[in-house]
Nanobody, 121 residues
């Protein structure tokens, strides 16, 4: 199994920036896609950004041009740089990783515990 630990959330004023990090650890594995999702109160969890093992990225329209996803494959870590934050970006942000166990050769999917991002007006 793969464990994901997020960090970097917090409270920021509108227009400010935050950087989220998510580190993967656990049994021998090879991570394919990593991504960030968010869930605001009363809303469904939604995709924010994903990145493949080769660096291809995809973003939600609402964050394009403001957020940047990146990853350090050697560290099994994914980052989300969030700039020009808006109050509507307030949510719990979750890290996600799709992986292949290199011992059992079984595919898996893991989620982090979530980190709160609050943007004040």
């Amino acid at each position: 199994q793969v464990q994901l630990v997020e960090s970097g959330g917090g409270l920021v004023q509108a227009g400010g920036s935050l950087r989220l990090s998510c580190a993967a650890s656990g049994s021998p594995f090879s991570i394919t896609t990593m991504g960030w999702y968010r869930q605001a109160p009363g809303k469904q969890r939604e995709l924010v950004a994903v990145i493949s093992s080769l660096g291809s990225t995809n973003y939600a329209d609402s964050v394009k041009g403001r957020f940047t996803i990146s990853r350090a494959n050697a560290k099994n870590t994914v980052y989300l740089q969030m700039n020009s934050l808006k109050p509507e970006d307030t949510a719990v942000y979750y890290c996600n990783a799709n992986f292949l166990s290199t011992t059992t050769w079984v595919k898996g999917d893991s989620w982090g515990q979530g980190t709160q991002v609050t943007v004040s007006p």
